[in-house]
C-alpha cells in the first residue's frame, strides 16, 4: 500500500494510525502537502505516546496556523460579501471559503490559499470594480478574477463559470433555504474539482 493510499485509509477512518513499519517523517511531508496535516493532528487528539510524537507538534502548528488565517478569510468574506450584498449583487462563498465553516467540524481543520467567491456571469465586472474599490487590486481576468489585497489578506478569486467557461444557469444564485444553498457550494465544489483538478487532485480536495 503507498502512503497516500495509507494516508487517506486513516485520516477517513478506515484504519488505525500506521505504526513504526513506515517512515513518519515522508508521511508528514505527504499530509501538508496534501493539506491534510491539521486533521492528522486532530486524528492522533489524546492517542498518547507513539512513533508519530516527532512529527506531531509539526501538524499541530499547521491547525494553529489554519485557524489565525481562517478568522482574517472570515473577516474578508464578510466584509466584501457585504459591499456585494450592498450592491445588490448575488454571490456565494464557494470551495473553501464555505466548506471550513458548514462541512468541517473546526475551521483551523482546513488549509485555505485563496478566497473563492461566485457571482453571476452578468455580475462579473461589478464584482470586481466593487472589490477594486475595497482596495483589491486586479492581478489575472479568465475563468475568473484574481485580486490581491496585499499584505494581511488571502488573495480573491471572483468566480462566475467553471474552468473552461461553462457557465451555471441563472437561477444557481437564487435565494433559497439554507439546505439548498449550502447544496450548490457542494455541486461548485464536486464541478469545479472534476474540471480543473481531475488529474492531480489533493487528498483535501476529495476530503472535501
Not at 20 to 31: F, G, P, T
Not at 58 to 84: C, M, P, S, T
Not at 97 to 117: E, K, T, V
Not at 161 to 184: I, N, Q, W
Request: glycine share 12%.
Amino acid at each position: 500500500m503507498g502512503l497516500i493510499q495509507l494516508l487517506w485509509d486513516w485520516l477517513t477512518g478506515v484504519n488505525d494510525a500506521p505504526g513504526y513499519e513506515i517512515d513518519w517523517d515522508q508521511l508528514a511531508i505527504l499530509a501538508e502537502g496534501h493539506g491534510m496535516a491539521a486533521l492528522a493532528a486532530e486524528r492522533l487528539r489524546g492517542a498518547g505516546s507513539g512513533p508519530w510524537e516527532p512529527v506531531l507538534q509539526r501538524w499541530a502548528a499547521a491547525y494553529y496556523r489554519n485557524l489565525g488565517v481562517n478568522q482574517l478569510v472570515k473577516r474578508q468574506v464578510e466584509q466584501l460579501g457585504g459591499e456585494f450584498q450592498q450592491a445588490g449583487l448575488a454571490w456565494l462563498p464557494v470551495k473553501g471559503a464555505a466548506l471550513a465553516w458548514s462541512h468541517y467540524q473546526d475551521p483551523g481543520l482546513r488549509p485555505m490559499n485563496d478566497i473563492d467567491l461566485l457571482v453571476r456571469p452578468g455580475d462579473v465586472l461589478r464584482a470586481v470594480r466593487i472589490a477594486r474599490s475595497a482596495g483589491y487590486d486586479l492581478e489575472k481576468l479568465s475563468y475568473h478574477a484574481l485580486l490581491n489585497g496585499g499584505e494581511g489578506c488571502r488573495p480573491i478569486e471572483i468566480h462566475w463559470c467553471l474552468p473552461g467557461g461553462d457557465p451555471f444557469p441563472e437561477d444557481f444564485l437564487e435565494a433559497g433555504s439554507a439546505e439548498e444553498m449550502a447544496a450548490r457550494q457542494y455541486l461548485y465544489c464536486l464541478a469545479h474539482l472534476l474540471r480543473q483538478h481531475g488529474q492531480a487532485p489533493r487528498l483535501i480536495w476529495h476530503y472535501d
